[in-house]
């Protein structure tokens, strides 16, 4: 992102405010033994939806604990905020950040406070963990749903085609090439945006994983690679095979998310490599994106080991300088309870299930979020690369789109990869590297 004077004022500004905030509350509890926790949230709108909801059902159950939320940017304006902030000791008493990859460039060992062991923990499933650890230590707790990576389908086209949801590579190019005898777009891609052609690739690695379960360990430690390994190339493999079999929408290569998101809930495409955490916000406007689009996980070879990558919430984390370490930890305790996913459904449409034992999905969920509970409920998920590994190269979405476009051989892609992981890799000072 480019820095310009306005970026720069409105960080300042931002810091100004918290460190304004921090004076207010770190005097200890007012004369009526309220304390006020600062939570710093990003300020895009489920976001900040589900905050709000959070906070106002702990309020109620906590009346001496005041929560004071302030916003920060997204992308890569807000992880500097977020840094800056940690490394200067400003940080707010809780924040919301990314689990998994982004999380070790925050160097949780100095900045944040160890809840490994701590009752916090008490309703997290064990399968969220890895996403919020570092050396060894826990430091986040779940704060929200889950999302499914792989295809959103639309239901409609389906029926009206008599398909059923394929459990192979195979059944699901059969299915395009139904869908595309009938006029109907099989494969939606939007390459304007560039970040979504990475996902029919990274939504493929509940079958790596299937097929080679320690590639998370050994692609970490160097021992393993992309382009050597079938089941991890054949990611670039599927974007290559749809683009050459002709089975993309007209102009994706200059199409956005949104357009995307259109095409397939009107049913003028049939399936979109996506998440699902695409389609809540869709409902207010689109009410039928709740019904009619579904979801199944990027098939693999073998129908047997049918399954589902998928995308692990975001974590709320204590800075290690709160001076209310008790209050935010009932926060967090809350938050990763029945009752804080029964708040955040009140607030948000889930886009999948909680990573909380006991958490169930509304009556009214999508359907995209029953069909990957369905799929956790047979055991059959695997969480996406980036929370079981820190390496993940910056120009992948730029591999991704020329491999997707037929520009770059699906070989070479995964090659180009490989270099682009190297570099990452040594700039975390990871072993074997």
Known sequence: MKTSHRMLAAGLAVLTTAALTSCGSDSGPAADGTVTLSFLIDNGASTTARAKGLADAFMRANPKIKIETETRPGGTEGDNLIKTRLSTGEMSDV??????????????AQTMVDLTGDPVLADVQKEYLP?????????????????????????????QLGLQVPRTWAEFMANNDRIKAAGITPVISTFKDTWTSQLLLLSDYYNVQAAVPAFARDYTANKAKFATTPAARAGFDHLAEVHAKGYLNDGFGSATAEQGMKLLVEGKGAHYAMTSSQIPPLVATMPQAAT?????????????????????PPGVYIAKTTEHLDAAKKFLAFIASPAGTDAISKAVQPAGPYRVNGAKLPDNAIQAAKDLQAYLDKGATASALEFVSPVKGPSLEQITVAVGSGLTPPAEGAAQYDKDVDKQAKQLGLPGW
Not at 95 to 108: E, M
Not at 292 to 312: L, R, Y
Request: charged share 10%; net charge neutral.
């Open 95 to 108: 924040f919301w950040y990314n689990s998994g990859s982004l999380l070790q460039a925050l160097n949780p």
């Open 292 to 312: 009619d689009v579904g979801f199944f996980g990027v098939p693999g070879a073998d129908a047997a080991k049918n399954g589902a990558t998928v995308w692990e």
């Open 131 to 159: 996403a919020v650890t570092q050396g060894g230590k826990v430091y986040g707790v779940p704060s929200g749903s889950m999302s499914g990576g792989g295809i959103l389908y639309n239901r409609k086209v389906y029926d």
